[in-house]
């Protein structure tokens, strides 16, 4: 089965500084996609960037990118220029087929 | 564009009491429909998907079960709730296999007390 691991509950940021949220996963298959979601105080999923499993280059969204690692079965969200829009919590994710498996969520602080 | 809508927002529903929560999907055909709980501070948890009218696959074995009797309606039920069925439900819709991010409702809240 598959599983996602965050190891940082709780993390802050300075605005307009950078910051990075870990990931790892364990799986078996070579076919996957991987994302990164914000849940903001409204409790509303939002997507932020995704990743196919078969692409080495590293997803890009604005001020949003990843490092994917397959072989380390890494997926870090980079968080450039943060913003205090960006305080909620962070969720890893990954699917295959119809099996999405979330992480614990890292709940972000963006402080004046 | 699409949209995807849940109701009611919030539940306060008695142990014992039955449940009916709704999702609907818009401005898409043959979603793929999925039920997520996400337990106060955790991360998501699946709990039904499906790929089509009548068709239900459920992940965790538990009090509550899925239809779809229409094929952007999605409804999780219990006939029973119990004080862990407490906790926050998200509807969710994928376009097809070529799409594999999924689209989140706003979710209801439900208490059981």
């Known amino acids: 089965a598959q599983t996602v691991t965050q190891s940082q509950p709780e993390m802050s940021v300075q605005e307009a500084e950078t910051v990075t949220l870990s990931c790892t996963y364990d799986?078996?298959?070579?076919?996957?996609?991987l994302f990164w979601y914000k849940q903001p105080p409204s409790r509303q999923m939002i997507l932020v960037i995704r990743q196919e499993a078969y692409k080495q280059q590293n997803a890009t969204e604005n001020r949003f990118s990843v490092n994917f690692q397959k072989a380390a079965k890494s997926f870090s969200l980079k968080i450039s220029d943060s913003q205090l829009g960006d305080t909620a919590m962070y969720f890893c994710a990954f699917m295959n087929n119809n099996d999405m498996r979330f992480g614990a969520g890292t709940r972000l602080t963006v402080k004046p | 564009s699409q949209t995807i809508h849940q109701w009611p927002a919030t539940l306060v529903q008695p142990v014992g009491s039955p449940l009916s929560l709704e999702c609907t999907v818009e401005?898409?055909?043959?979603?793929?429909l999925y039920w997520y709980r996400q337990a106060a501070g955790r991360g998501l948890q699946l709990l039904f998907y499906?790929?089509?009218?009548?068709?239900i696959s459920s992940e965790v074995p538990q009090n509550l079960s899925a239809s779809r009797p229409q094929d952007r309606q999605f409804i999780l039920s219990s006939k029973k709730l119990l004080l862990s069925d407490s906790g926050f439900y998200l509807c969710?819709?994928?376009?097809?296999?070529?799409?594999?991010?999924?689209?989140f409702g706003p979710g209801t809240r439900l208490t059981v007390l």
């Open positions: 969710a819709w994928r376009r097809d296999r070529s799409y594999n991010e999924q689209f």
């Open positions: 401005g898409t055909s043959n979603p793929n």
């Open positions: 799986t078996s298959e070579n076919n996957y996609y």
């Open positions: 499906s790929v089509g009218i009548g068709q």
